[in-house]
């Protein structure tokens, strides 16, 4: 079945720090592929995606890159803030058009 | 203007007891999912209907028991509730099942099991 492996976390960074979140995923035929975010107490908001290979998805700042070679979709942002503090969940859409997450990483950003 | 709701938000009760959540959305989309979310945080789809039909039906026990009474609802019961079941449960709806559609989630309701 699809599986989506993230880094393993939590993640503490100060503020204004380069983040890197690693996902690699393992799915049949081609994947849409997902970052969604989750705020304390919260659901969970889409952050980006991309749909095909090549593809790279942006919001607030955040980049992911969809690359087929290396089955990779890895969540970047040059400058973090105290506000991106939550759980990053990779995810990807297989053939079976189920959402299947990775197991979320935890960031923390200081002041 | 919330695009999906559930209700309740916290759910408290004793093990054995029958219990239900529910979840609406005002999207006019066609395709609605449960996500049960343990301790962890890790997220595992439960079910899913498409236009009122179950398109999605994991491993989960016969205990429960989704229902869609329209497009805009997706309701969830339980019956005979463990501690086990102990968890956030997510509801989610996209515009269709397809593999690049976007799916929005509700807020939650987090079960507890005494």
């Known amino acids: 079945g699809d599986s989506v492996t993230q880094m393993e976390g939590p993640v503490t960074l100060s503020e204004e720090a380069f983040l890197t979140i690693n996902c690699t995923y393992t799915?049949?035929?081609?994947?849409?592929l997902f970052w969604y975010v989750q705020y304390p107490g919260e659901g969970l908001q889409l952050l980006l995606k991309?749909?095909?290979?090549?593809d790279k998805g942006s919001n607030k700042g955040f980049e992911a890159t969809y690359r087929k070679e290396t089955t990779s979709f890895h969540l970047e942002k040059g400058s973090v803030q105290v506000s991106d503090s939550a759980v990053y969940f990779c995810a990807a859409t297989g053939a079976n058009s189920k959402l299947t997450f990775g197991k979320g990483i935890t960031l923390s950003v200081r002041p | 203007d919330t695009a999906v709701s559930q209700t309740p938000k916290y759910l408290v009760t004793q093990m054995g007891n029958d219990k239900s959540i529910k979840c609406e959305q005002n999207?006019?989309?066609?395709?609605m999912y449960w996500y049960k979310q343990d301790s962890k945080k890790f997220l595992k789809i439960m079910f899913s209907y498409n236009n009122k039909e179950l398109i999605i039906n994991e491993t989960v026990p016969n205990r429960f028991s989704p229902k869609s009474p329209d497009k805009a609802h997706l309701n969830l019961h339980i019956n005979s509730l463990e501690l086990g079941d102990s968890a956030v449960y997510f509801c989610a709806s996209s515009q269709t099942s397809g593999i690049g559609d976007t799916q929005y989630f509700g807020p939650g309701t987090r079960l507890t099991v005494l």
């Open positions: 991309a749909t095909k290979a090549d």
């Open positions: 999207l006019g989309h066609d395709t």
């Open positions: 799915a049949t035929g081609y994947p849409s």
